[in-house]
Protein backbone atom coordinates (compact mmCIF):
# COMPACT_ATOMS: atom_id res chain seq x y z
CA UNK A 1 0.00 0.00 0.00
CA UNK A 2 1.37 3.24 -0.83
CA UNK A 3 2.14 5.69 1.66
CA UNK A 4 -0.17 9.08 1.35
CA UNK A 5 1.52 11.88 -0.85
CA UNK A 6 2.52 14.63 1.33
CA UNK A 7 0.95 18.06 1.02
CA UNK A 8 2.50 20.89 -1.67
CA UNK A 9 3.73 23.85 -0.71
CA UNK A 10 1.22 26.67 -2.22
CA UNK A 11 1.43 30.19 -2.91
CA UNK A 12 -0.95 32.90 -2.45
CA UNK A 13 -1.14 35.78 -4.53
CA UNK A 14 -3.39 39.09 -3.16
CA UNK A 15 -4.19 41.03 -6.84
CA UNK A 16 -7.35 42.29 -5.73
CA UNK A 17 -6.66 45.91 -5.74
CA UNK A 18 -7.54 49.26 -7.21
CA UNK A 19 -4.30 50.44 -7.46
CA UNK A 20 -5.54 53.51 -6.53
CA UNK A 21 -2.34 55.53 -5.44
CA UNK A 22 -0.50 54.29 -8.14
CA UNK A 23 -2.63 55.90 -10.77
CA UNK A 24 -1.98 52.52 -12.95
CA UNK A 25 -2.32 48.77 -12.82
CA UNK A 26 -0.08 47.47 -10.82
CA UNK A 27 0.37 43.60 -11.34
CA UNK A 28 0.21 44.24 -14.81
CA UNK A 29 3.26 46.91 -14.94
CA UNK A 30 6.29 46.21 -17.05
CA UNK A 31 8.85 44.64 -14.16
CA UNK A 32 12.17 43.10 -15.48
CA UNK A 33 11.42 40.68 -18.45
CA UNK A 34 7.59 40.46 -17.71
CA UNK A 35 5.66 41.86 -15.88
CA UNK A 36 5.07 42.71 -11.34
CA UNK A 37 2.23 39.79 -11.13
CA UNK A 38 4.25 37.34 -13.04
CA UNK A 39 7.74 37.66 -11.41
CA UNK A 40 6.00 37.18 -7.90
CA UNK A 41 4.71 34.68 -9.69
CA UNK A 42 8.06 33.46 -10.50
CA UNK A 43 9.23 33.79 -6.71
CA UNK A 44 6.65 31.34 -5.89
CA UNK A 45 7.83 28.84 -8.04
CA UNK A 46 11.19 29.20 -6.97
CA UNK A 47 10.75 28.96 -3.74
CA UNK A 48 8.48 25.49 -4.46
CA UNK A 49 5.14 26.55 -4.41
CA UNK A 50 3.28 23.78 -6.34
CA UNK A 51 0.17 25.08 -6.50
CA UNK A 52 -0.18 29.64 -6.92
CA UNK A 53 -3.16 30.38 -6.25
CA UNK A 54 -4.06 34.48 -7.45
CA UNK A 55 -6.87 36.39 -5.45
CA UNK A 56 -8.49 38.75 -8.23
CA UNK A 57 -10.64 41.77 -8.07
CA UNK A 58 -10.09 45.07 -10.15
CA UNK A 59 -9.79 43.98 -13.65
CA UNK A 60 -10.06 40.24 -12.90
CA UNK A 61 -10.21 39.12 -16.94
CA UNK A 62 -6.58 40.70 -17.68
CA UNK A 63 -4.80 39.41 -14.90
CA UNK A 64 -6.53 35.76 -15.85
CA UNK A 65 -5.56 36.65 -19.40
CA UNK A 66 -1.93 36.75 -18.63
CA UNK A 67 0.15 34.40 -20.76
CA UNK A 68 2.89 34.70 -17.93
CA UNK A 69 0.26 33.00 -15.27
CA UNK A 70 -0.56 29.85 -17.13
CA UNK A 71 -0.63 27.35 -14.87
CA UNK A 72 -1.67 29.34 -11.89
CA UNK A 73 -5.57 28.86 -10.12
CA UNK A 74 -7.14 31.75 -9.51
CA UNK A 75 -10.46 32.83 -7.09
CA UNK A 76 -12.38 36.30 -7.15
CA UNK A 77 -12.79 38.79 -4.75
CA UNK A 78 -15.83 40.32 -5.64
CA UNK A 79 -15.97 43.02 -2.59
CA UNK A 80 -12.32 44.05 -3.93
CA UNK A 81 -13.85 47.91 -3.69
CA UNK A 82 -14.40 48.11 -0.81
CA UNK A 83 -13.14 45.61 1.57
CA UNK A 84 -9.44 45.24 3.04
CA UNK A 85 -6.53 43.01 1.55
CA UNK A 86 -7.21 40.41 4.30
CA UNK A 87 -10.17 39.93 2.98
CA UNK A 88 -8.95 38.66 -0.32
CA UNK A 89 -6.25 36.81 1.62
CA UNK A 90 -9.23 35.03 3.75
CA UNK A 91 -10.85 34.17 0.25
CA UNK A 92 -7.65 32.80 -0.96
CA UNK A 93 -7.01 30.98 2.64
CA UNK A 94 -10.50 29.38 2.45
CA UNK A 95 -10.19 28.13 -1.28
CA UNK A 96 -6.47 26.43 0.05
CA UNK A 97 -7.08 25.06 3.40
CA UNK A 98 -7.17 21.00 3.49
CA UNK A 99 -5.24 21.34 0.19
CA UNK A 100 -1.24 22.35 1.46
CA UNK A 101 1.67 21.79 3.94
CA UNK A 102 2.47 25.67 4.01
CA UNK A 103 1.59 28.63 1.97
CA UNK A 104 3.66 31.48 0.72
CA UNK A 105 1.83 35.19 1.29
CA UNK A 106 2.18 37.76 -0.91
CA UNK A 107 0.64 41.27 -2.01
CA UNK A 108 0.91 41.63 -5.98
CA UNK A 109 3.04 44.14 -5.51
CA UNK A 110 6.40 43.19 -4.16
CA UNK A 111 7.97 41.83 -6.90
CA UNK A 112 11.83 42.59 -6.14
CA UNK A 113 13.02 39.76 -3.72
CA UNK A 114 16.28 37.80 -3.64
CA UNK A 115 16.19 34.43 -4.20
CA UNK A 116 18.54 33.69 -0.98
CA UNK A 117 15.16 35.28 1.00
CA UNK A 118 13.19 33.10 -0.27
CA UNK A 119 15.67 29.99 0.63
CA UNK A 120 15.77 31.08 4.02
CA UNK A 121 12.08 31.63 4.57
CA UNK A 122 11.43 28.04 3.10
CA UNK A 123 14.41 26.68 5.14
CA UNK A 124 12.29 27.76 8.48
CA UNK A 125 9.47 26.06 10.44
CA UNK A 126 7.28 27.81 12.73
CA UNK A 127 3.45 28.97 12.12
CA UNK A 128 4.93 32.21 10.63
CA UNK A 129 8.27 33.08 9.33
CA UNK A 130 8.99 36.44 7.76
CA UNK A 131 11.60 38.38 7.24
CA UNK A 132 12.98 41.32 8.30
CA UNK A 133 15.04 44.31 6.62
CA UNK A 134 16.61 46.51 9.55
CA UNK A 135 14.33 45.67 11.48
CA UNK A 136 11.18 46.41 9.94
CA UNK A 137 9.09 43.28 8.90
CA UNK A 138 8.44 42.48 5.10
CA UNK A 139 6.99 39.88 2.70
CA UNK A 140 6.53 37.21 1.71
CA UNK A 141 5.54 35.30 4.75
CA UNK A 142 5.00 31.77 5.05
CA UNK A 143 2.05 30.68 7.38
CA UNK A 144 1.82 26.69 8.47
CA UNK A 145 -1.07 25.84 7.25
CA UNK A 146 -2.86 24.16 10.22
CA UNK A 147 -2.87 28.01 11.05
CA UNK A 148 -5.46 28.68 8.56
CA UNK A 149 -8.48 28.02 10.05
CA UNK A 150 -7.48 30.07 13.51
CA UNK A 151 -6.88 33.42 10.70
CA UNK A 152 -10.19 32.85 9.29
CA UNK A 153 -11.64 33.43 12.60
CA UNK A 154 -10.15 36.85 13.01
CA UNK A 155 -12.42 39.60 13.01
CA UNK A 156 -9.82 41.38 10.29
CA UNK A 157 -8.96 43.95 12.81
CA UNK A 158 -5.37 44.70 11.83
CA UNK A 159 -4.86 43.11 8.77
CA UNK A 160 -2.58 39.26 8.87
CA UNK A 161 -0.65 40.88 11.35
CA UNK A 162 -3.51 41.16 14.00
CA UNK A 163 -4.55 38.36 13.04
CA UNK A 164 -0.97 36.64 13.80
CA UNK A 165 -0.73 38.77 17.30
CA UNK A 166 -4.20 38.32 18.24
CA UNK A 167 -3.49 34.32 17.97
CA UNK A 168 -0.38 34.26 19.38
CA UNK A 169 1.38 32.11 16.37
CA UNK A 170 4.76 31.66 17.29
CA UNK A 171 6.64 34.09 14.49
CA UNK A 172 10.25 33.39 13.54
CA UNK A 173 11.31 36.71 12.26
CA UNK A 174 14.67 35.85 9.23
CA UNK A 175 16.70 38.93 9.39
CA UNK A 176 18.19 39.85 5.89
CA UNK A 177 20.23 42.48 3.19
CA UNK A 178 17.18 42.87 0.99
CA UNK A 179 15.31 45.66 0.64
CA UNK A 180 13.25 44.73 -1.62
CA UNK A 181 11.00 42.63 0.85
CA UNK A 182 9.97 45.93 2.52
CA UNK A 183 9.22 47.86 -0.70
CA UNK A 184 6.21 48.00 -2.69
CA UNK A 185 4.38 49.51 -6.18
CA UNK A 186 1.96 52.13 -3.40
CA UNK A 187 3.38 54.94 -5.60
CA UNK A 188 5.14 55.74 -8.61
CA UNK A 189 8.29 56.56 -7.27
CA UNK A 190 7.99 53.44 -5.26
CA UNK A 191 7.58 51.74 -8.71
CA UNK A 192 11.08 53.34 -9.73
CA UNK A 193 12.71 51.74 -6.53
CA UNK A 194 11.67 48.42 -7.17
CA UNK A 195 12.83 48.46 -11.13
CA UNK A 196 16.26 49.54 -9.56
CA UNK A 197 16.14 46.72 -7.22
CA UNK A 198 15.15 44.03 -9.94
CA UNK A 199 17.78 45.50 -12.01
CA UNK A 200 20.31 43.78 -8.94
CA UNK A 201 17.97 40.45 -8.83
Do not use: W
Not at 10 to 24: D, K, T, W
Not at 99 to 119: G, N, Y
Amino acid sequence: MNAEKPLPLAGLISAAGLSSRMGAFKPLLPFENGTIISRCVENMRFAGAEKVLIVTGHRADEIKAHSALKGCSFVHNPDYAKNQMFDSLCIGLKELEGKCSRVIISPVDVPAVKAETLRALIAENADVVRPMYEGKSGHPIVLDAECISAVLSHSGEGGLRGAIEKLGLEVKEIECDDAGVCIDADRPEDYELLKKLGELL
